[in-house]
């Protein structure tokens, strides 16, 4: 699918940066966006919430995963983002919006545009396609996982905080129905002659017999309920309340983990964004210049020449911490008394 939208140009209005997103179509209506969702910092970037909005609506549904990048189908995207809020409010007001958001990011080489997808996670391996931005996207990835963990675990800390509190309302019940069974067990010995229940319920009065079919039901009633009930009701829930604490556990492992993970992330995004290739290449131009206007053999040129037992002579040389300080103070001691006879008028 062909880009919706062509050109994008910042303007300012009232004191605010906006950016114009200019359909393709010459008969469709321009989209204003803020031009702050580009904006970012050495570790964090304000598209972060847009894209961790699309990826945490979709963490269960049409995010696919292959080969290290995040892809989500356009309409999908477009259609989630549409819908999305986060503490702050909606991300954006409508599906135009949304979309124009979208094709922005992928100007802005924030995510790609492949197709009928948005690319919202580039394998971070791929080093020459990939950027500090869309690094960071991993980043806001793994904060819709935890956030989206965090929710699931209050749900069942909640869950397993009522099913304990209900443990003793379930010992209670349990306990009911044990004493109407020996009440109703009682009442029909007593219909008998002797210690038991009537043997010949038809030699009783027509009211004692009505009474008895009355008490048998009412007995194997709460029989059956007994067993319905089984032996030990509370700890079937002691159980159920241990399986959710062993998953809440594994969530909160899952969640520090991926915690981890996210810092990881923004350590990668930063270096590249601080210390891109340009600037490490600067940093040994630099070095060079260096030892070229003392006229000290340049770096490459004393790597390429110094042998692994030069090398060896010069780590020892420097390895004596102690050796070292000592030197340094002797030195520095002795050009603090050159000065000293300096001043003096001594030589």
Not at 173 to 195: F, H, P
Not at 243 to 251: E, F, N, R, S, V
Request: proline content about 2%.
């Amino acid at each position: 699918m062909t880009k919706k939208y062509e050109k994008f140009e910042e303007i300012e209005s009232d004191g605010k940066q906006y950016v114009i997103a200019n359909p393709v179509n010459q008969t469709a209506e321009p989209v204003r966006l803020s031009a702050h969702w580009i904006e970012g910092g050495d570790i964090d970037g304000e598209w972060e919430r847009a894209v961790r909005a699309v990826i945490k609506n979709d963490l269960l549904g049409s995010m696919e995963l292959k080969e290290g990048n995040g892809r989500i189908d356009r309409r999908q995207a477009i259609e989630t983002l549409a819908e999305a809020s986060d503490d702050d409010g909606d991300i954006v007001t409508s599906e135009q919006q949304a979309e124009a958001l979208l094709e922005y990011f992928a100007d802005e080489n924030i995510v790609e545009l492949e197709g009928n997808q948005f690319v919202m996670l580039r394998n971070p391996n791929d080093t020459e396609n990939v950027n500090g931005k869309m690094i960071l996207n991993w980043s806001a990835a793994i904060d819709a996982c935890v956030e989206q963990i965090t929710e699931t675990i209050d749900r069942i800390e909640n869950a397993k905080e009522k099913l304990e509190n209900r443990l003793d309302d379930v010992d209670q019940d349990s306990a009911q129905i044990d004493e109407n069974l020996r009440e109703t067990a009682q009442e029909l010995k007593s219909l008998g002659d002797g210690s038991g229940v009537p043997q010949d319920p038809s030699q009783l009065s027509e009211e004692e017999r009505n009474r008895f079919q009355q008490l048998k039901r009412k007995f194997i009633y709460h029989k059956k309920m007994k067993e319905v009930d089984g032996e030990n009701p509370a700890e079937t829930v002691k159980q159920g309340a241990s399986h959710l604490g062993d998953k809440i556990a594994m969530l909160k492992d899952a969640r520090t983990v991926l915690a981890n993970k996210r810092d990881q992330f923004r350590t990668i995004a930063m270096e590249k964004q601080i210390l891109p290739d340009d600037a490490m290449n600067i940093v040994n131009n630099m070095g060079e210049l260096t030892t070229q206007l003392v006229s000290v053999e340049g770096i490459d040129e004393t790597i390429e020449n110094t042998d692994t037992a030069e090398l060896a002579s010069m780590v020892d040389e420097f390895d004596d911490v102690d050796g070292l300080a000592e030197t340094t103070q002797q030195i520095a001691d002795e050009d603090t008394t050159e000065d000293k006879a300096t001043d003096l008028g001594m030589s």
